[in-house]
Structures are given as C-alpha cells and as structure tokens.
C-alpha cells in the first residue's frame, strides 16, 4: 500500500462530453472495437477545436468490479453493459460549434459500428483532472459511473464528488490519474445520430464518472479489496448505483 500524499494535487479544469458506446452484436466485437480505433477515430481526430480526444476501451467481461453493497446497483445490467467511451475534451465552450461538419460524418459512421450511443455532456469546468503522479503514466485503469440516489440532489451530489469523494480517492495513494465529471441532464438531442438506437429511460441515468489510473492490474485489483469498503460507506448515502468497469486501453488521439 501507497504512503497518502502529503500536499494536493493540482488540479485543471475542463470542458469534456463523453460518448458511451455500445458494439453491435451481428459483427464479432473486435471487428467493431478495431474499425473504432481505426476509420472512425480519425473522423473525430480531424474535429477542429479539440483539446484532446480520447477513446476508452472497456474489458468484454465486465459484471461490475465494485463489491457488492445493500441498496445500490453495483452489478451492471447485461443491456447496459458499456463497450468503450468516446472521450471529447474542447478548447473552449464554442469549440463544438466549429466541429459540425466532422460531427455529421461520425453521425453517419456510427451505424457502421455501434448499435446504441448515449452523450452525457457537463458543463465548461467541471471535467476536473487531477495531477495526482506528475511524470507518471498508468499502466491500468477503472472508470467508475454513478447515479445519484433518489433523493441527492443535483447541487448536492457536485459538492459531494469534488468535496468528499476526490480528496478521499487521491488520499489512499494508490493512483497514478484521476478524473471526474459530472453530467448535465441527459438529452437524445444533443446526439441523435440516424439508425442507432438512443434508449435511456430515467432509472438508467448516469450523473457522474470518475477515471482511476494505477501502476499495473495488480495495484487496481489491491483498490478494490485494501479501500473499497471504507469508500462504500462514503459513496453509499449519495447514489443508487456504482458501476465500475476495466479499462483495457485508453487511446490517446488528439
């Protein structure tokens, strides 16, 4: 086990949309993951206005890495089960204006790959990226999605991730990167691409994802059995579900 770190990292704020993804199931999966990674990704790559784009490729076999808890989801539906994310972080919050003609060739793309794509967008500043290993790069990651409880409200639960649950994570000194973002209202609108589907009922909203970085497989499996529990009893009180996956890549291409 890491010593905790003694000072706070540095941290930068900004303004990212996250893109989940869901393979379709006629074509072997990694037909699907690798056209991503390969074609599609330089559609999104040419987008003007990118600070960074990022895919996350998610393990095949993810049940849920988070134990399990009375009264919060942490088995993840077979149907709601992620294949990757689409990591978009902007220069700034007009950025998006300037990308539409690369937009509407991934809309046109998407089909091609994927059978559901949900956008969950946050507000400019509030993708925090924490500096919490300058120098260091992870060699294993989890990303962990939230969904406030009945009655968290939306305020509340920000306060609640950047106050409470952040300071605890970068204090068991395990990581080598964190980042959290928190997710406006979820709006089909905002990325209603033709021929795949965009279902999202209520119950399954996501409110907030956290992005954890470790040294190896060994130091992320270590989280979950030396802290978990103890953050169990912090995350408990404020979300009805945790859904923590494997990250099997993150693809850096901006």
Same mark, same amino acid.
């Given at each position: 086990?890491?010593?905790?770190?003694?000072?706070?990292?540095?941290?930068?704020?900004?303004?990212?949309?996250?893109?989940?993804?869901?393979?379709?199931?006629?074509?072997?999966?990694?037909?699907?993951?690798?056209?991503?990674?390969?074609?599609?990704? =330089?559609?999104?790559?040419? *987008?003007? !206005?990118?600070?960074?784009?990022?895919?996350?490729? #998610? %393990?095949?076999?993810?049940?849920?890495?988070?134990?399990?808890?009375?009264?919060?989801?942490?088995?993840?539906?077979?149907?709601?089960?992620?294949?990757?994310?689409?990591?978009?972080?902007?220069?700034?919050?007009?950025?998006?204006?300037?990308?539409?003609?690369?937009?509407?060739?991934?809309?046109?793309?998407?089909?091609?790959?994927?059978?559901?794509?949900?956008?969950?967008?946050?507000?400019?500043?509030?993708?925090?990226?924490?500096?919490?290993?300058?120098?260091?790069?992870?060699?294993?990651?989890?990303?962990?999605?939230?969904?406030? =409880?009945?009655?968290?409200? *939306?305020? !509340?639960?920000?306060?609640?991730?950047?106050?409470? #649950? %952040?300071?605890?994570?970068?204090?068991?000194?395990?990581?080598?990167?964190?980042?959290?973002?928190?997710?406006?209202?979820?709006?089909?609108?905002?990325?209603?691409?033709?021929?795949?589907?965009?279902?999202?009922?209520?119950?399954?909203?996501?409110?907030?994802?956290?992005?954890?970085?470790?040294?190896?497989?060994?130091?992320?499996?270590?989280?979950?059995?030396?802290?978990?529990?103890?953050?169990?009893?912090?995350?408990?009180?404020?979300?009805?579900?945790?859904?923590?996956?494997?990250?099997?890549?993150?693809?850096?291409?901006?």
């Amino acid at each position: 086990m890491s010593d905790p770190p003694t000072t706070k990292p540095d941290v930068s704020k900004h303004f990212t949309s996250s893109i989940l993804l869901w393979m379709r199931p006629d074509q072997p999966r990694p037909v699907g993951m690798d056209r991503w990674k390969g074609p599609h990704s =330089g559609i999104i790559a040419a *987008t003007p !206005g990118l600070y960074e784009y990022r895919q996350i490729h #998610l %393990a095949e076999n993810n049940p849920g890495r988070w134990p399990e808890t009375p009264g919060v989801e942490t088995t993840i539906p077979d149907d709601r089960k992620i294949d990757g994310i689409a990591e978009v972080t902007f220069e700034n919050a007009l950025s998006p204006l300037a990308g539409r003609k690369q937009t509407a060739l991934a809309f046109e793309d998407e089909v091609n790959i994927f059978r559901r794509t949900l956008l969950h967008a946050g507000p400019p500043g509030t993708s925090r990226w924490y500096d919490v290993a300058p120098g260091q790069k992870p060699g294993s990651r989890a990303i962990i999605y939230l969904r406030r =409880g009945k009655d968290e409200g *939306t305020v !509340g639960f920000h306060r609640f991730l950047k106050k409470e #649950l %952040a300071p605890a994570l970068i204090a068991t000194g395990e990581l080598k990167e964190l980042r959290t973002q928190v997710f406006l209202p979820w709006n089909e609108k905002l990325w209603d691409t033709p021929n795949v589907a965009h279902d999202n009922s209520v119950d399954q909203h996501l409110h907030a994802s956290v992005i954890l970085g470790f040294v190896d497989d060994d130091a992320r499996d270590a989280f979950y059995t030396d802290h978990a529990a103890h953050l169990t009893e912090l995350i408990a009180p404020h979300v009805s579900a945790v859904h923590a996956y494997d990250v099997t890549a993150a693809l850096t291409y901006v």
